[in-house]
């Protein structure tokens, strides 16, 4: 039987290689979205399943989803935006009879806290030492320098170095930052999937060879058992069930260290799929109810990402006021 599967933030690269991913599936149907008509994604799909929808934080977002589900009759609702997750997973029941694959409103209010995420995962012993920028981060003997970022948000906006303690002691305590060991080492991104019973079916770790506006486009898989099971324990720890990005990087003594987590698809998820392991196909079965395997193998290949042009008709060209914006948490 064919499922309906509809397929958000089609402008990004994740949206466009998960498309790409489940167009190989003969018992999936794909419709595509975004809030721009520019999105190239949207173009990928056939004119009769291409969508605009309001951007993730409009009022108006998840009853324009819900809409779809009905009007368009999906089984399946996948997101690879964060603030569409957000408000998805808070409201997934709106969506019924079609699925949302997501991990729970707990998994994904805890990856995007880097306090909370610190928190959780302590108990893995792969957590740098995390408090709140003020008395909290002040009281600690701290190796410098150390690094201050915001509790909340992705990639590398507002991170700054912290080269001693007169330049602590001045950090703004009213802007959410935290403070955390500094993290020398080489970084690695961690493709993961877990089950519906939390096990992890894979754990890819890639390097991030070169990185663009945060998203790697350049990297090879690496077999290594530290960044795979380090991984598979935060995973576990923060209840995962789908898919997440875990971000690691090597501390002062080599250790691989949790950095941060991303829980959706990521841009350079083309790479862990040449690597063997079809995480957007999985993800589609998994939340389907149809089964999967227990454990996938990966193997060792390198991707450099490139501009791809999708031609279209002017008339194609779906025309919306949010063209050129991006939402940011």
């Known amino acids: 039987m064919v499922a309906r599967v509809l397929v958000t933030g089609a402008g990004g690269p994740a949206g466009v290689a998960v498309i790409r991913s489940l167009l190989r599936r003969s018992d999936l149907e794909i419709f595509a979205a975004d809030m721009d008509g520019w999105a190239s994604g949207i173009y990928l799909v056939p004119p009769t399943h291409r ?6 934080r409009a009022d108006d977002f998840v009853p324009a989803i819900a809409r779809m589900v009905e009007e368009d009759a999906l089984d399946l609702v996948i997101s690879t935006v964060d603030v569409e ?3 998805l997973a808070g409201r997934r029941e709106e969506l ?43 009281a600690v003997d701290w190796d410098f320098p150390v690094f201050a970022k915001p509790r909340q948000g992705a990639g590398s906006r507002g991170v700054r ?42 754990a890819v770790p890639r ?3 070169r990185v663009d506006s945060g998203v790697a486009i350049a990297g090879r898989t690496v077999h290594d058992a530290e960044l795979e099971d380090t991984a598979a ?39 862990t799929i040449a690597a063997g392991v079809d995480i957007p196909a999985l993800v589609a079965d ?11 193998p990966f193997r060792e290949v390198a991707s450099v990402r490139f501009l791809e042009d999708v031609i279209v008709e002017i008339d194609e060209v779906l025309v919306s006021e949010h063209a050129g914006h991006q939402e940011e948490l």
């Open 286 to 296: 998994l939340f389907l109810g149809r089964a999967i395997p227990q454990s996938i």
């Open 96 to 138: 019924a009879p079609a699925v949302l694959a997501a991990p729970s409103q707990d998994t994904l209010s805890v990856a995007l806290d880097k306090l909370l995420l610190s928190e959780r995962c302590e108990s893995t012993g792969r957590t740098p030492r995390t408090v709140l920028a003020g008395p909290d981060a002040q």
């Open 233 to 271: 324990a935060i995973a576990q720890a923060i209840g995962l069930l789908g898919v997440a990005n875990v971000q690691l990087r090597r501390d002062r003594d080599g250790r691989a260290v949790l950095l941060e987590v991303n829980p959706r698809f990521p841009g350079a998820l083309p790479l």
């Open 85 to 87: 997750l957000i408000a």
């Open 207 to 209: 390097t991030r060879a």
């Open 161 to 202: 170095m912290v080269p001693d303690r007169t330049a602590l002691d001045a950090l703004p305590i009213d802007e959410g930052l935290i403070v955390q060991d500094y993290l020398p080492g080489e970084e690695y991104s961690v493709d993961v999937i877990a089950d519906a019973s939390g096990a992890v079916v894979a």
């Open 51 to 56: 969508r605009l929808v309001p951007p993730g």
